[in-house]
Nanobody
């Protein structure tokens, strides 16, 4: 069994910063893709930032230049550094990790962490 757990959400003022973490655990042979998605009330879930298996980052246009995704392979952890936060960044942020457990590739989602940007 594999799982991912997010942390680091919270309340921040506009212009502030937060760093989200997502740690994968369980039977992990290799990790394929890693990424962050978000869902605001009344809206569909959208990709925020993602890393391909080769490490190439991809960002939503709305966060380019403000957010940075990175990974620590030794810790099976992916991070999302969020700077210059705006009220429209308010959402539940979900971690998504593609985990190869030696038998199959499992697309794994975390439980989500709330990010609220408000004065």
């Amino acid at each position: 069994q594999v799982q991912v757990v997010e942390s680091g959400g919270g309340l921040v003022q506009p212009g502030g910063s937060l760093r989200l973490s997502c740690a994968a655990s369980g039977r992990i042979f290799t990790i394929n893709h890693m990424g962050w998605y978000r869902q605001a009330p009344g809206k569909q879930r959208e990709m925020v930032a993602a890393l391909s298996s080769g490490g190439t980052p991809n960002y939503a246009d709305s966060v380019k230049g403000r957010f940075t995704i990175s990974r620590d392979n030794a810790k099976n952890t992916v991070y999302l550094q969020m700077n210059s936060l705006k009220p429209e960044d308010t959402a539940v942020y979900y971690c998504n990790v593609g985990i190869n457990d030696g038998w199959s590739l499992i697309d794994t989602w975390g439980q989500g962490t709330q990010v609220t940007v408000s004065s």
